[in-house]
């Protein structure tokens, strides 16, 4: 069966990889070239994490932790560091424990964490089975792994103009332009980053007390030593528009990491920016049209379930196949 796959961020090459583990021919389409930074994919690290709040995303992580360890095994590559994951809250606000409890998960609540402040009147809850994933690595060897032939500066404006027996769409911010009735949101966000020359830190997740998700976040960069974002900070773009970091953000940022982080230097050495698509609910848009799967999973968290999602577009592409 053939197969293209248009997009090659994170959950285009993730699908690559799981087409080719059930038989299928790949041909996936780059706008850009491979290590593009006008996406949502690009960088040396994001959180992997299996604590949220609502036990459905737990179990999710779960099954993506598994993935990540069958690429690892696939590849020879250590794509995971676990460093730990410490989740911040006000007291009485709503934490991952109850989740992680339903999911029979391990953590702790402590008060006080090593290197990191916790501010009065907060729980941390530390779980020490999670870190980072090695983005940039674990994208390339998504690919290696999978065999596809991949066609950069190939950018496709109609699936009419593929022949394939199936394509799957994994545009990211460019979904609209391809998928109809797909509900998203399209922001540039900020990242920032410190240097730490210490071992790495574990993530740090602010969680909002009125939504329950992330407010600011942190987590080990293996160049620079810390990486900190704001998560949906950023204005609504245009993705055919570059843009740079927004300096209001990054002094905003550099004032959590000096609360935050006592023994980071708080002065930012570098800034980027990168594209959130995010659906109403932050939920995945994974679904088969005829001979189109569309796959818009981002919504600011998607990369750690990377793996997960690719095994689901893929087993949408390829209905009829015997692995199912």
């Not at 930012?268 to 848009?285: K, M, Q, S």
């Amino acid at each position: 069966m053939k197969v293209d796959v248009v997009g090659a961020g994170v959950m285009g090459c993730a699908t690559a990889w799981a087409l080719a583990e059930r038989g299928a021919e790949v041909v996936v389409h780059e706008q850009f070239e491979l290590d593009h930074a006008r996406g949502s994919s690009h960088g040396r690290s994001r959180i992997f994490r299996v604590a949220y709040p609502d036990p459905f995303w737990v179990r999710e992580a779960q099954q993506a932790y598994a993935a990540w360890r069958d690429l690892e095994r696939d590849s020879g590559q250590e794509l995971l560091g676990l460093y730990g994951l410490v989740e911040l809250a006000a007291n009485g606000a709503q934490t991952s424990a109850r989740a992680l409890d339903d999911c029979g998960l391990p953590y702790k609540t402590v008060s006080s964490v090593e290197r990191i402040a916790v501010p009065p009147g907060w729980t941390a809850l530390l779980v020490e089975d999670a870190g980072i994933v090695h983005a940039d690595r674990a994208r390339r060897a998504f690919l290696e792994v999978s065999g596809a032939r991949v066609e950069t500066r190939s950018r496709v404006d109609s699936i009419d103009d593929l022949d394939a027996d199936a394509v799957v769409v994994t545009a990211g911010a460019w979904v609209g332009r391809l998928v109809e009735d797909v509900p998203v949101r399209v922001t540039r966000e900020t990242v920032a980053y410190f240097r730490h020359d210490g071992p790495p830190l574990p993530s740090v997740v602010d969680l909002n007390p009125a939504t329950g998700g992330h407010a600011m976040y942190a987590l080990h960069d293996p160049v620079h030593g810390l990486k900190a974002g704001a998560h949906h900070a950023g204005a609504e773009v245009d993705p055919d528009t570059e843009g740079l970091p927004d300096p209001a953000i990054v002094e905003r940022i550099a004032a959590w990491v000096r609360d935050r982080f006592p023994g980071v230097d708080p002065e930012p050495v570098a800034a980027d920016a990168c594209l959130y698509t995010t659906t109403p609910d932050e939920r995945f848009v994974l679904e088969r049209r005829g001979r189109l799967v569309v796959g818009s999973p981002c919504s600011g968290h998607g990369f750690k379930f990377a793996p997960l999602v690719g095994r689901r577009l893929a087993a949408l592409a390829t209905p009829l196949s015997t692995h199912d």
